[in-house]
């Protein structure tokens, strides 16, 4: 089975913090995803990775960045919090960029900035 | 952009059907994706359609029709664990998905 991790479920961070998350795959999948949840909208994608070492924006990158130094992990990180991104956080793989292949998603990570 | 439309909640009873309905834009159209998500944990796959008509996998079935930019989810025999928020999305000609809000399924006894 595919298992992604991330590094926390819940986390309370303080406006201005550097905020890190992580989210590790142990399927050799190519590609990487950080989506945000919030309550009535769809997940929105802010960040994605087709390899190592590469990033793409997706449709709300701002005041977020990535890494992605080893295949197996995708950071997403926070230059400084702010309360608009309090969220859940989700992470997801998938095995290739064709159509056929779904996502596989982490357990989320909720964050709240004070 | 793309917009994906689906009801915000609905209601059934324990071993009944219910349809869950899913419109979405056309244009550079590359599959369509159902997810379940139980409270407070991950989406999880249900079922990926690309061309017309009904692919059935066990007591759920997804239906798609291109030309009509629709697509819809039915369970069957319902059981309480059932219960969940279930995720419409489509794939975009660059691979990426579009995601609807999600409609939350209320089974009652």
């Known amino acids: 089975d595919v298992k992604v991790t991330q590094s926390s479920r819940y986390l309370v961070k303080r406006t201005g913090e550097k905020v890190f998350l992580e989210c590790v795959q142990d399927m050799d999948h190519e590609n990487m995803f950080w989506y945000r949840q919030d309550p009535g909208l769809g997940l929105r994608l802010i960040y994605f990775?087709?390899?190592?070492?590469?990033?793409e924006k997706g449709d709300i990158p701002e005041g977020y960045s990535v890494s992605r130094e080893k295949k197996e992990r995708f950071s997403l990180i926070l230059e400084s919090a702010s309360t608009n991104q309090t969220s859940m956080y989700l992470c997801?793989?998938?095995?290739?960029?064709?159509?056929?292949?779904?996502?596989?998603f982490g357990p989320g990570t909720r964050l709240t900035v004070t | 952009g793309q917009n994906i439309d689906q009801p915000t909640e609905m209601t059934a009873t324990e071993g009944a059907i219910v349809q869950i309905n899913c419109t979405y834009q056309t244009s550079g159209f590359n599959g369509l994706f159902w997810y379940q998500q139980h409270a407070g944990e991950a989406p999880t796959f249900l079922s990926y359609n690309v061309l017309d008509g009904l692919e059935e996998k066990g007591r759920f079935s997804s239906f798609l029709s291109r030309s009509k930019g629709y697509s819809y989810l039915l369970l069957k025999e319902l059981q309480m664990k059932d219960s969940a928020s279930y995720l419409c999305a489509e794939m975009d000609s660059n691979y990426q998905l579009i995601w609807g809000a999600g409609t939350k399924l209320i089974i009652k006894p």
């Open positions: 990775s087709y390899d190592v070492k590469m990033k």
């Open positions: 997801a793989s998938s095995l290739q960029a064709d159509s056929s292949y779904e996502q596989y």
